[in-house]
């Protein structure tokens, strides 16, 4: 089974409001990192945590770890039509050079 | 632009044909990967390329075939393809550290392939 799974998997708000994704993992992890992806296109990279940090901002985005409940979650603040796309977590699975990645939540933005 | 390419960006073939994606990644990275990318279906790791050496093969069938020449440029040989191949096809590189441990990995553009 997959390691990162994103809830909810789509999610619809009006710009101005603040979006709140989640991700469970199962087994222990070095860090966990979120990205996201336009329609049809590449990932980028927005953040990164490491599994002795609890909580990460970066500009509007701030990112919280719970090591404990294997969690992690991704607000976005303010949130803009721009920032209409899908977002996935993605974890290490404990010490790889690989990662493996959630489905993905859906996020769109109303103007 | 991440520093990653892939080209070309869309491809149409027929089962029969045999193509080739490329990906390129300028960012000085030791470790490459592909991935597959389906509709309602998670991101695929599909192999992975560390210092030139595959370390990864996800069970992936052999009319996929992977080629890593240097570590900055990764193919993915494609021959007989069947219809349900029709994916996103992503490239990325990362930098992994001593022990295996992974930091940030960089995407490309993706190949957006159909299969006739």
């Known amino acids: 089974s997959q390691q990162g799974e994103e809830d909810p998997q789509a999610l619809s708000i009006q710009e101005g409001e603040n979006a709140t994704m989640n991700c469970s993992y199962k087994t222990s992890i070095n860090n966990l990192q979120w990205y996201r992806q336009n329609s049809g296109r590449g990932l980028v990279h927005l953040i990164l945590i490491r599994s002795n940090e609890r909580e990460k901002h970066s500009g509007r985005l701030r990112v919280t770890l719970d090591t404990s409940k294997k969690s992690s979650s991704l607000l976005i603040t303010a949130s803009r039509a721009a920032d209409t796309a899908s977002y996935f977590c993605?974890?290490?699975?404990?010490?790889?050079?690989?990662?493996?990645f959630g489905k993905g939540t859906k996020l769109t933005v109303n103007p | 632009e991440t520093g990653v390419t892939q080209t070309p960006r869309h491809l149409v073939m027929g089962m029969t044909n045999k193509k080739s994606l490329k990906c390129e990644q300028h960012?000085?990275?030791?470790?490459m990967y592909w991935y597959k990318q389906s509709a309602k279906k998670p991101l695929e790791l599909m192999f992975v390329?560390?210092?030139?050496?595959?370390?990864e093969n996800n069970s992936v069938p052999s009319r996929f075939s992977p080629e890593c020449p240097n570590s900055s440029h990764l193919f993915l040989h494609l021959h007989t393809l069947q219809p349900e191949d029709s994916a996103l096809y992503l490239c990325?590189?990362?930098?992994?550290?001593?022990?295996?441990?992974?930091?940030?990995?960089?995407f490309g553009p993706g190949t957006r392939l159909t299969v006739l």
């Open positions: 993605a974890t290490d699975a404990g010490g790889s050079e690989k990662l493996v």
């Open positions: 390329y560390n210092f030139k050496e595959q370390t």
């Open positions: 990325a590189s990362s930098q992994v550290r001593a022990g295996g441990d992974t930091d940030t990995q960089y």
């Open positions: 960012l000085g990275h030791n470790a």
